[in-house]
């Protein structure tokens, strides 16, 4: 059986991004700075979806010839479709052409847009052989018979049990050499890759806990096991862990730090966490065999808006503390900022740019607050919509109803906050060395103190 894996990276959509609801690029706009913060991200040619990649191995596994399209429709018994909000109506349309010119072929919906949205997809291709799959996408390595059988438009396939049972994922057929991060890296290419899945917190905006409200973990050595892998297979240099709380489990934090040490090459390596999960000790030992770059998510210093969305705050000094921290230990870290709340104001959204330039990360990325379908916010909010089109559910655009400001002026004060964050002197006074790491063969050593006393 041929399987096409459907793909398109129309409006530089990054697909694996915002929970799999995928992530767009800042607009194009009429400031200089602002442009030239754009061109930055266009430089990055991130990876195809980890779950792709997985369904490669997964699919070559049972047997099946499998093939990816970017964008064309190629003749396949069974067509795979990944859609992000913002490439949903393409996909749609898509899917449409092959329900007509080849109604005899199987068409699945997998990943978080098809979870979050079964119900308007299903109908729009009610009667179609087209079947939206709920739940984890690798749940096809048990589950694709009964799948390909079902005469309904949806299944719930839930979530893989054990990690350890999958395979290795296979980046084979996507351009892997390419694939480059730039804000987390300086070697390439880079792999996606993770440790754990879920997320214990419950952030009402959130689409990681849409599917399911823990974390499953997988062996360490099979983690290091699948970098080796990488490394000789596919020439990775850099892995981007795509777990929402890398180190929530400690002891597995701290297991694989030692088995990257082991492995046959240095790597570069970034995760994503939480400030108040991350120890000092564990800190530490994954600088020293790889750490580069941290993503964590600050959003608003405003503890009433956090609280009113289920976000567990962490404390001001905290936060600057683990910044000025992880600048010392030569780490970047990569901070999440939310502006565009339903109730903000002018005075709101630069209280939230003035704490970002407090702390000062290595780089500051201002979402403005995007409603997911499937998660509480976007039920609470949805009268409060204002644009249903999904094409500009890029994190970079607004889309609902503000009660104090005009969907223009969150806009401009949207691209205020990057330009405002990145174009001022203390920015690369700090960051300099972490921007530019060839810096530090010629530069004396910045100790702790006046890092700390600097944020």
Not at 209 to 221: A, D, G, L, V, Y
Request: glycine fraction near 6%; proline fraction near 4%; charge should be positive.
């Amino acid at each position: 059986m041929k399987v096409c894996l459907w793909d398109t990276r129309r409006s530089n959509v990054q697909k694996d991004f915002a929970g799999g609801m995928g992530v767009g690029m800042p607009q194009k706009s009429g400031s200089l700075r602002a442009n030239f913060i754009r061109r930055m991200y266009l430089r990055d040619y991130r990876p195809t979806a980890l779950n792709f990649a997985y369904l490669v191995a997964i699919l070559k596994q049972l047997g099946h010839s499998v093939c990816y399209s970017l964008d064309a429709i190629v003749p396949a018994d069974v067509y795979i479709f990944n859609p992000a909000l913002l490439t949903l109506d393409d996909e749609m349309t898509t899917i449409q052409k092959i329900v007509e010119s080849s109604p005899e072929s199987k068409i699945l919906v997998v990943g978080q847009v098809a979870f979050g949205m079964t119900e308007q997809i299903s109908a729009a291709f009610a009667g179609a052989n087209v079947v939206v799959v709920r739940g984890e996408p690798e749940q096809l390595l048990h589950r694709l018979d009964e799948v390909l059988a079902t005469t309904e438009n949806t299944i719930d396939v839930g979530v893989v049990a054990d990690l350890d049972t999958l395979p290795m994922p296979d980046w084979s057929l996507f351009r892997y050499k390419d694939f480059r991060i730039m804000y987390d890296f300086w070697r390439f290419p880079t792999a996606l890759i993770q440790q754990s899945r879920g997320c214990t917190f419950k952030c009402n905006y959130c689409p990681y806990i849409m599917i399911e409200s823990k974390t499953r973990f997988r062996n360490p050595e099979l983690v290091a096991a699948e970098m080796q892998h990488g490394i000789d297979r596919y020439g990775f240099e850099s892995f981007k862990f795509r777990d929402p709380l890398f180190g929530l489990n400690r002891k597995k934090a701290l297991e694989l730090a030692e088995k990257i040490g082991g492995l046959s090459k240095r790597i570069q390596f970034s995760i994503e966490t939480r400030v108040d999960i991350m120890k000092a000790e564990t800190l530490e030992a994954l600088r020293k065999v790889g750490l580069t770059s941290i993503t964590i998510g600050i959003e608003t210093p405003d503890e009433v808006t956090l609280k009113k969305y289920d976000r567990v705050a962490i404390k001001d000094d905290r936060q600057r503390e683990f910044i000025a921290t992880c600048r010392q230990l030569g780490i970047r870290t990569v901070a999440g900022f939310m502006v565009g709340f339903p109730n903000d104001t002018q005075q709101s959204i630069f209280e939230v740019l003035n704490y970002a330039r407090k702390v000062n990360p290595t780089f500051a990325n201002f979402n403005i607050v995007t409603p997911y379908p499937g998660t509480q916010f976007y039920n609470e909010v949805k009268d409060q919509i204002a644009d249903f089109d999904h094409s500009k559910y890029s994190v970079y655009q607004p889309v609902l109803k503000y009660k104090n400001l005009t969907s223009r002026q969150v806009q401009k004060l949207h691209s205020a906050c990057f330009s405002k964050f990145y174009f001022r002197s203390r920015y690369f006074q700090e960051n300099g060395r972490l921007l530019w790491p060839q810096l530090n063969r010629f530069l004396p050593g910045i100790s702790t103190a006046k890092e700390t006393k600097a944020a």
